[in-house]
């Protein structure tokens, strides 16, 4: 590995590599001062213009609850409605340029360097970028989102005035248990497949070919040096990454509320605590500290030894589903619901035109959205821990192979689940409220208490994973892209992840005033990554040409 340039923590280029030559210098705009024992480096304006509006708008959703629930709950309304088309059409562009790269000769390009090589072994790699990308979401939605759409297919449509109102994808599949089932998995792998991981991807191959190439910083705006110059380090930089602070603050919030509701559901089936706010305010707090220390150990002995961690207990606990569940169908199924997805792709991912709006809009532009939000902090993540890949490999990698893992989690539990309906009468999981899905079904298997209880360790790990990354990666943003800042700079952003996701499940609306605040900042993140495609082809193709 490359010695680091000095005070910016990030490897030189090994090997040939196309270098930026910008007289900007990392670090150059930051204000370094000293707090009583701590000492701060941090960007100016992008860390206070951040700060400073997240602190606003803490004060401003306790002061005034139920007005900031109304902005919430339109807000969430006018961007699901209006926009639903401008983000199933850009994910799937996203999806359509990562596998162009797969197949076209800028795939050879190594991040790092001709001669680059990576820091870390496939198992690590995968366990981080795996729990960082997907891990408190697989464990909320994994029973209940198949589930779901299994029931509403099954259930047909319904129109009142000439309009939809059911929320069954596509032309659902009225009484034909069969065809349900398949459209409910192509849906749930619709949304957990190619699309978010092509959103991921896109994200972090810009900033690994910016930095480590290029030996720009490791910030969102230096993706955009081949289409601003060196306005990039000005406002418009300023904008772009104060705009990935925002989305990505407010994505793991809604992810980190998720987490709360869930384990706060768990704990109550296992040992009776009361489903309340102040029990999930309380876990919230709990685990933030935990991810304060792994903040203060690093990303080698934090971030990555969680990640294992909880990738074995994930393995644990699908395998016993798996075998504990009806075997034979769940395998079969995982090849029948692949199948299913390619079949329903085209239509899934339509952005115009469409019937179903409650799935289109309620479920698709959310989670596009959602993506979207987390991308600058599982893109910067996994451009952190991918150095020395080739493009090829990287997206392969970050593509695929999760892809898969996604697809695999999803017909194992929500199978299950659907087989307990179907096969034995058991409607416990169905009937359940979103975040206690996966407890029931658990309650029809043998060793519940164990099995709930990994469910509660993993929706925890997970996270706490989740927000020690994005702390990690808010600390790189707004220390203009050192990746060796201060800790307490970290601790802050890990305080205040934990800070919002609280007041946003207090504030009138609970878990939708989340859900708002992520559609409401993945919108115009979305320009930011379409533009940041043509920015990647720019920088991959001059790459090339390097002798």
Not at 130 to 139: D, K, P, R, S, V
Not at 458 to 468: A, G, K, R
Not at 492 to 508: D, K, P, Q, Y
């Amino acid at each position: 590995m490359a010695e680091t340039t000095e005070n910016q923590g990030i490897p030189e280029p090994e090997g040939k590599s196309q270098i930026i030559d910008t007289d900007y210098e990392i670090g150059q705009d930051n204000i370094e001062t000293q707090i009583g024992p701590f000492g701060l480096d941090v960007h100016n304006p992008v860390f206070l213009i951040s700060g400073m509006c997240v602190i606003a708008f803490v004060f401003y959703a306790l002061a005034l609850p139920d007005q900031a629930g109304a902005v919430f709950s339109w807000s969430f309304s006018a961007v699901t409605k209006g926009f639903d088309w401008f983000f199933l059409g850009a994910a799937n562009i996203f999806v359509i340029f990562c596998l162009l790269l797969i197949v076209l000769p800028v795939g050879k390009v190594r991040l790092g360097g001709a001669d680059a090589r990576p820091d870390y072994t496939y198992m690590g790699w995968f366990a981080m970028l795996f729990a960082a990308g997907m891990g408190i979401g697989l464990m909320f939605y994994g029973v209940s989102e198949p589930m779901s759409h299994f029931a509403s297919s099954i259930g047909g449509t319904a129109t009142e005035g000439g309009v939809r109102t059911d929320w069954a994808p596509l032309g659902a599949a009225a009484g034909d248990e069969q065809a349900a089932i398949e459209l409910a998995f192509a849906a749930t792998i619709f949304h957990w497949g190619l699309h978010p991981w092509a959103i991921y991807a896109v994200v972090a191959l810009a900033l690994a070919l910016f930095s480590y190439n290029k030996g720009l910083p490791l910030t969102i705006r230096s993706a955009f040096y081949p289409i601003l110059g060196d306005r990039v380090w000005g406002w418009p930089g300023h904008v772009i990454d104060i705009l990935a602070v925002f989305a990505t603050l407010f994505g793991l919030a809604t992810s980190l509320g998720f987490g709360a509701t869930q384990a706060n559901a768990g704990l109550n089936e296992l040992f009776g605590i009361p489903v309340s706010s102040t029990t999930e305010v309380v876990l919230i707090s709990m685990i933030t500290a935990i991810a304060l220390i792994s903040v203060v150990r690093g990303l080698d002995g934090g971030v990555k030894v969680l990640s294992e961690i909880n990738m074995g207990l994930a393995a644990l606990l699908l395998l016993f589903v798996l075998i504990a569940g009806p075997t034979i169908a769940i395998l079969t199924g995982f090849v029948d619901f692949l199948a299913a997805y390619l079949t329903y792709l085209p239509a899934l991912s339509n952005p115009i035109g469409r019937e179903d709006v409650n799935f289109s809009q309620g479920w698709t532009s959310f989670y596009w959205a959602w993506w979207i939000s987390w991308s600058p902090f599982v893109g910067m993540f996994i451009a952190r821990v991918s150095r020395g890949r080739t493009v090829r490999e990287f997206v392969v990698c970050v593509l695929l192979i999760p892809s898969l893992v996604c697809v695999l989690w999803m017909s194992v539990f929500g199978g299950v689940a659907i087989q307990q309906v179907i096969q034995d009468g058991y409607t416990a999981a169905q009937d359940a409220p979103l975040e206690l899905k996966l407890f029931k079904m658990l309650d029809a298997l043998p060793l519940t208490q164990i099995t709930s209880l990994i469910g509660i360790v993993l929706v925890i790990v997970f996270f706490v994973t989740s927000s020690d990354s994005g702390s990690l990666v808010i600390d790189t943003i707004t220390a203009g892209g050192k990746v060796d800042a201060p800790v307490p700079q970290r601790v802050f952003w890990c305080i205040f992840e934990g800070a919002v996701a609280i007041v946003l499940l207090l504030s009138a609306g609970g878990l939708q005033s989340l859900q708002s605040m992520v559609i409401s900042t993945g919108l115009p993140f979305t320009v930011v990554l379409l533009v940041m495609c043509w920015a990647i082809w720019k920088g991959l193709l001059a790459e090339r040409k390097v002798k």
